[in-house]
Structures are given as structure tokens and as C-alpha cells.
């Protein structure tokens, strides 16, 4: 995982924390989420990603986004490089 994925999943974990519930430990980067997040609660994480990073997931975007890594390197495609965490900007392709 590189520095500026580790920062997006970092910042989808504390997403994941003020958001939801979870019964034990935050699913891990690589885990897929469906086995620990019920379909409301992946609903209210896709929503809180969209709003923090001012992206939009198309649900086939967000289907095969299985993972946090899935996830934050979505979002690293997709979010303006302002709307990612501080210090941590996305590596040139």
C-alpha cells in the first residue's frame, strides 16, 4: 500500500468510526467490507465518502470496490487532489 492510499484509508476508517457501529475491530484495508457491514451500513459509508471527498460512486463503482484499498484508490482517481488528506498527495501516475 503507498503513503497517500494508507492516508485515504485512514480517512475512511474515521469516517467508518463516526459513522457506524461496528461490532469489534474496523474491517482491515484489505478485507472485504460486505462480510462486516450489513447493506445500511455500507449505504451510509458510500454516502459519507461522497460527501467528504466530493466524489460521485456509481453503484457499479462501488460493487466492485470490495475493500478499503478498493476504495481509497477510487477515491484517489476520482477526488481533487484538495479533498485528500493533508500531506499526502497522489503519486503521479
Known amino acids: 500500500m503507498t503513503a497517500p492510499e494508507a492516508a485515504v484509508v485512514g480517512e475512511l476508517l474515521r469516517l467508518a468510526a ?3 457501529e461496528f461490532d469489534g475491530p474496523p474491517p ?9 457491514l450489513d ?36 477515491v484517489l482517481v476520482r477526488a481533487d487532489p484538495a479533498r485528500l488528506p ?5 503519486e503521479a501516475a
Not at 28 to 36: I, N, Y
Not at 51 to 68: G, N, P, S, Y
Not at 86 to 90: F, I, K, L, V
Open 18 to 20: 463516526t459513522q457506524l
Open 86 to 90: 493533508a500531506g499526502r498527495p497522489p
Open 28 to 36: 482491515g484495508p484489505d478485507e472485504p467490507l460486505a462480510g462486516r
Open 39 to 74: 447493506s445500511l451500513q455500507l449505504l451510509t459509508l458510500a454516502v459519507a465518502i461522497e460527501d467528504r471527498f466530493q466524489v460521485i460512486l456509481t453503484d457499479d463503482e462501488a460493487a466492485e470496490a470490495t475493500t478499503l484499498l478498493a476504495v481509497a484508490r477510487l
